[in-house]
């Protein structure tokens, strides 16, 4: 028979052939538990060997970073929620000081107002205690029930705080005094009242009138 090229090449190739038999024709074991138990100790030896632990710096940078980035965000602006309260928080002590001025300012009108009252009252009732001195200079008033009247009307005109201007010997204070006559006298060192014409009243520290006097001047 006559040889072809190709045989030779055929015969030059290596042949393969796979063994795909369960049982080891030499060991007598299954095939496969080799691989088996080899697996678990693969993985014991993955689970023994130890983690290494995360870096502490890392975490430190974390929160550094972190501390950076609140103060940053500071810096550049604050939340417009404690914005808003803080500004009604300032509108709140602002109408709670304007009320507390309002206040005070009525309390202050409300007592002038209450003075200026009480003062119209005395100065219409001046001229009655006008009538009441001259009355009792004459002797009209030393007993009898328009005495008692006329002590009443006096006591009460007091709690108002309504004083005399009658003292004789005193200084002469142009403040309280209205000087309407002038009489030598050596008997004095300086301008002195010898003799009240008219009494003068006064409202706590405030002159209603002045007491018209005479005035005792050294010669």
Do not use: C, W
Not at 24 to 52: C, I, K, L, M, Y
Not at 181 to 190: I, L, N
């Amino acid at each position: 028979m006559p040889h072809h090229g190709n045989e030779e090449e055929h015969q030059s190739e290596p042949v393969s052939s796979s063994d795909n038999r369960t049982i080891d024709p030499e060991t007598g074991e299954v095939r496969g538990q080799q691989n088996d138990a080899g697996a678990p100790a693969a993985e014991e030896s993955a689970a023994g060997s130890p983690v290494a632990p995360a870096d502490d710096s890392s975490e430190g940078d974390a929160l550094a970073q972190a501390e950076a980035i609140l103060n940053e965000a500071g810096a550049e602006g604050s939340d417009p929620a404690v914005d808003v309260v803080a500004e009604l928080r300032d509108d709140l002590l602002r109408l709670q000081a304007e009320y507390v001025n309002y206040r005070r300012r009525v309390e202050r009108d409300r007592d002038v107002a209450r003075d200026q009252a009480v003062i119209g009252v005395l100065n219409s009732l001046m001229p009655v205690l006008d009538d009441i001195d001259a009355a009792r200079q004459h002797g009209d008033l030393a007993e009898g029930p328009f005495a008692a009247i006329a002590g009443k009307l006096e006591n009460v005109l007091k709690a108002y705080e309504l004083n005399r201007i009658d003292e004789v010997g005193v200084a002469f204070d142009p403040n309280i005094h209205e000087a309407l006559m002038q009489q030598p006298s050596a008997d004095v060192q300086a301008d002195s009242v010898s003799q009240i014409l008219r009494a003068g009243y006064r409202k706590g520290e405030r002159v209603l009138r002045a007491a018209q006097v005479i005035v005792a001047v050294p010669e």
